[in-house]
């Protein structure tokens, strides 16, 4: 099975108030695992929508969501978050970090929440990962002293805590100059080519997205390319 499948998903908000709008109309894409994805298009045009649906964050108006071959429909709620936790990971435009925190506690902090899932040494688990984002040097320094870079690099890093078989990331690279992009960048590609972890990048910059395997455009909440 592949890791997502969306089957002609559509969303619209304020459903059956004067305001309806619909923002996706009969959305199919597939994800293959190991695939790395770039999603462009203008501001408006659902990516975040999408986003959020496939993240298990909401749910469509109609379609189905198929994560691994089940169909997430049949779930409830409690279902689709312990799904969320186990499979996928988010990184965001910004780091959402706790800021007082040291870097490697950010790490642990999803490895804490789910003692059972995580296994046992989570603090060996936690400071391999600073090392998998070349962060071991400063794993101890709290991430409000971080640069951006870092603090993305950290971000990623708990992102891959759970082992996650989709990494969702929504303009990861937005607030950085072009240099600390292309840096946050690799490390993506490289998780993406060593870990296998399939990754959905939302981007708006083209050079990035070109290194991507394939790159899906929508417009107006439909994929026109
Ligand atoms: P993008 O991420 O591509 O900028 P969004 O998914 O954020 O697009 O938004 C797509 C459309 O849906 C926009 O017209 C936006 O105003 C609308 N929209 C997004 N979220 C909501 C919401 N919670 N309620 C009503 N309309 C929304
Ligand atoms: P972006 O363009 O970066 O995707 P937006 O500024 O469009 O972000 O949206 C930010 C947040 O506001 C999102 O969570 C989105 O769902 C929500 N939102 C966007 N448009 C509307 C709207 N018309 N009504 C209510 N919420 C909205």
Redesign the pocket.
């Known amino acids: 099975d592949p890791v997502l499948r969306l089957d002609r998903i559509c969303k619209a908000?304020?459903v059956g108030l004067p305001s309806e709008?619909k923002?996706l109309h009969d959305i199919d894409l597939t994800l293959k695992r190991g695939e790395f994805l770039a999603l462009m298009?203008?501001?408006?045009?659902?990516?975040?929508?999408?986003l959020n649906i496939i993240g298990l964050l909401d749910r469509p108006t109609s379609g189905h969501l198929f994560i691994k071959g089940q169909d997430t429909a049949l779930l409830n709620d409690a279902a689709l978050t312990r799904l969320r936790g186990h499979t996928i990971g988010f990184v965001f435009q910004d780091h959402h970090l706790i800021s007082a925190f040291t870097a490697v506690e950010n790490v642990l902090m999803p490895l804490l929440v789910d003692r059972e899932f995580a296994g046992p040494d989570i603090v060996v688990k936690a400071n391999a990962l600073m090392a998998r984002v070349g962060l071991a040097k400063v794993a101890d320094n709290r991430a409000m002293n971080m640069s951006g870079g870092q603090q993305q690099r950290v971000a990623i890093a708990r992102a891959l805590a759970m082992s996650p078989d989709l990494l969702l990331a929504d303009e990861p690279t937005g607030n950085l100059d072009t240099q600390s992009a292309g840096g946050v960048f690799d490390l993506m590609r490289e998780v993406n080519r060593e870990s296998g972890t399939t990754i959905l990048m939302?981007t708006h910059n083209l050079d990035l997205a070109k290194r991507c395997d394939r790159i899906v455009d929508?417009v107006d909440?439909r994929i026109t390319a």
């Open positions: 908000y304020n709008t923002v298009g203008p501001s408006g045009s659902g990516k975040s929508t999408l939302v929508v909440g």
